[in-house]
């Protein structure tokens, strides 16, 4: 049972470019997130999505996009990387809104995407 | 909309002492709260959470928190660290409406020292 899976592990981009970060969970979870992580700033939820075929905005969704096809998997995109976007990039899947007393846990990880745009 | 605050950006202790970290939240309806442990190049993995209950409770590693009401808080507690509790810690706070959506706050890095 891999649980979150996140690839690729890390990158490296310049000004202006592309990538698409990809996010694989094998729970059968509905929920599904994507947070950066900044130095004293802790985790920011970037979009979010409460299953197949839908997605919504979080706290920090300027500069990204996401797309959720298959419930197993949660893309986030960026289309023309900026400096600002360097930081770690955490994906997590969790139950329905029953999650917290259904589950042992709300939120289940990825181990991260260290993402450095120059 | 909720938000949480925890204190201490950095918390140095030696092996064996004890340790709080300290944790705020600000929400006007009822909150489940949790502790978040993330080691070095690592995912977050869940320490504890109160849901509801006992006010006092327990988690994996020895680590034990007490939410208090009145003060909004939700404190981090451990009697005695070892050099493997080393490691960044958040506390989390979720609305009970908000479908499983957690606010997070900045994180405190513990570093025990031997």
């Known amino acids: 049972n891999a649980g979150v899976t996140q690839t690729p592990k890390f990158r490296v981009l310049k000004t202006g470019q592309s990538m698409t970060l990809l996010c694989a969970q094998d729970m059968n979870h509905e929920y599904m997130y994507w947070y950066r992580q900044d130095p004293g700033m802790g985790l920011r939820l970037i979009h979010y999505?409460?299953?197949?075929?839908?997605?919504a905005k979080g706290e920090v969704p300027d500069g990204y996009n996401v797309s959720r096809l298959k419930k197993q998997n949660f893309l986030l995109g960026l289309e023309s990387a900026a400096p600002s976007q360097t930081s770690v990039y955490f994906c997590?899947?969790?139950?329905?809104?029953?999650?917290?007393?259904?589950?042992?846990?709300?939120?289940?990880f990825g181990n991260g995407t260290r993402l450095t745009v120059t | 909309a909720q938000s949480v605050t925890q204190l201490d950006s950095q918390v140095p202790v030696f092996e064996e002492a004890p340790v709080e970290l300290r944790c705020n939240y600000s929400s006007s309806v009822s909150v489940y709260l949790f502790w978040y442990v993330q080691y070095p190049n690592q995912g977050l993995q869940l320490l504890l959470k109160?849901?509801?209950?006992?006010?006092l409770v327990k988690g994996i590693n020895g680590f034990e928190a007490e939410f208090n009401k009145s003060q909004t808080s939700f404190h981090l507690r451990k009697p005695s660290v070892h050099i493997s509790d080393t490691a960044e810690y958040f506390c989390?706070?979720?609305?009970?409406?908000?479908?499983?959506?957690?606010?997070f706050g900045e994180g405190t890095q513990l570093t025990v020292n031997p």
């Open positions: 109160y849901l509801s209950g006992s006010t």
């Open positions: 999505s409460v299953g197949e075929g839908t997605t």
């Open positions: 997590a899947s969790s139950y329905s809104i029953g999650g917290p007393a259904a589950d042992n846990s709300p939120l289940h």
């Open positions: 989390a706070v979720m609305v009970g409406a908000s479908g499983s959506r957690l606010t």
